[in-house]
T-cell receptor
Framework: RKEVEQDPGPFNVPEGATVAFNCTYS??????FFWYRQDCRKEPKLLMS???SGNEDGRFTAQLNRASQYISLLIRDSKLSDSATYLC?????????????FGKGTKLSVIP | GAVVSQHPSWVICKSGTSVKIECRSL??????MFWYRQFPKQSLMLMAT?????????EQGVEKDKFLINHASLTLSTLTVTSAHPEDSSFYIC??????????????FGPGTRLTVL
């Protein structure tokens, strides 16, 4: 089983749609979880951290289910500018390592 | 916000030559920097962890003699791809962690270096 698995997509959605991305991770001892956004041929940029209680930032909502080792990202009212690849990222439990493990990403295309 | 730069942003070289890529934290000190490689339509793969003043830690399968890492200061890490071959063509990205925020684990990424080996 891959360390971090994501639905590769692509997801093609119309403007204004709601879209959800899923991610599973294999290391049950993982401590920190993130969603990053990567535009074509650019570096990844942190979108939001994911907390056990769930968290929301504007149109974006992230959820974490530790029991199922599952992370989700919900985007409401999609904008054209949301088109990008969304990376699920996990920090393993190795104390002090601060290393990140990236999923392959889910590509989103928001269509006018 | 924290800014990380990389130089060069792209490079084309002949097979057998060596290429040096610089990663700089511009407005913060980074005791730890990370080097990633990303092939087309693949995820970022961690190559090595660069620690200021000590030897880098390489991930399994990454040749330390081929990918030389030097982290001589708190703001600069370099990756040298020695005797580059076409299969080394990839997008190399560095990231840095702010040493002044010990409890916060966000990494700041450089803009990446696209290496093409002919």
């Amino acid at each position: 089983r891959k360390e971090v698995e994501q639905d590769p997509g692509p997801f093609n959605v119309p403007e204004g749609a709601t879209v959800a991305f899923n991610c599973t991770y294999s290391n049950s001892a993982s401590q920190s979880f993130f969603w990053y956004r990567q535009d074509c041929r650019k570096e990844p940029k942190l979108l939001m951290s994911v907390y056990s209680s769930g968290n929301e930032d504007g149109r974006f909502t992230a959820q974490l289910n530790r029991a199922s080792q599952y992370i989700s990202l919900l985007i409401r009212d999609s904008k054209l500018s949301d088109s990008a690849t969304y990376l699920c990222v996990v920090e393993p439990s190795r104390a002090g390592s601060y290393q990140l493990t990236f999923g392959k990403g889910t590509k989103l295309s928001v269509i006018p | 916000g924290a800014v990380v730069s990389q130089h060069p942003s792209w490079v084309i070289c002949k097979s057998g030559t060596s290429v040096k890529i610089e990663c700089r934290s511009l407005d913060f000190q980074a005791t730890t920097m990370f080097w990633y490689r990303q092939f087309p339509k693949q995820s970022l793969m961690l190559m090595a962890t660069s620690n200021e003043g000590s030897k880098a830690t390489y991930e399994q399968g990454v040749e330390k003699d081929k990918f030389l890492i030097n982290h001589a200061s708190l703001t600069l890490s370099t990756l040298t791809v020695t005797s580059a071959h076409p299969e080394d063509s990839s997008f190399y990205i560095c990231s840095a962690r702010d040493a002044g925020i010990s409890s916060y684990n966000e990494q700041f990424f450089g803009p990446g270096t696209r290496l093409t080996v002919l």
